[in-house]
């Protein structure tokens, strides 16, 4: 239901742009975000867009440096990603729910995950 896209091979410094629209059946949800999971760890948290009160989310790794924005209407979701570094390196996923804010960092309150895209920052 969720497709990513704008993966890919960057070096480090640069940017990239993450979209993920929703297709097939339509759905409501209270925010949409991203994860990321590297090779050997967890599922982590990067960022969120709450559309009731419009407000954005990040993780402490990230802040200053991805943006995200989105639209509601239209389920889509986008992460503007600049100075990228090596460990920025992952698989992206997006995602779509609807928590509350004190479980909005948790992988697990999630309702709807895109195929995930890779992104891989060389150094």
């Known amino acids: 239901q969720l497709q990513a896209s704008g993966g890919g091979l960057v070096q480090a410094g640069g940017s990239l742009r993450l979209s993920c629209a929703a297709s097939?059946?339509?759905?409501?949800?209270?925010?949409m975000g991203w994860f990321r999971q590297a090779p050997g760890k967890e599922r982590e948290f990067v960022s969120a867009?709450?559309?009731?009160?419009?407000?954005?989310h990040y993780a402490d790794s990230v802040k200053g440096r991805f943006t995200i924005s989105g639209d509601n209407a239209k389920n889509t979701v986008f992460l503007q990603m600049n100075s990228l570094q090596p460990e920025d390196t992952a698989v992206y996923y997006c995602?779509?729910?609807?928590?509350?804010?004190?479980?909005?960092?948790?992988?697990?309150?999630?309702?709807?995950w895109g195929q995930g895209t890779l992104v891989t920052v060389s150094s």
């Open positions: 867009i709450r559309w009731i009160i419009g407000s954005t």
């Open positions: 097939g059946r339509t759905f409501s949800s209270s925010a």
């Open positions: 995602a779509a729910g609807s928590m509350g804010l004190s479980t909005m960092r948790r992988f697990g309150a999630w309702d709807y």
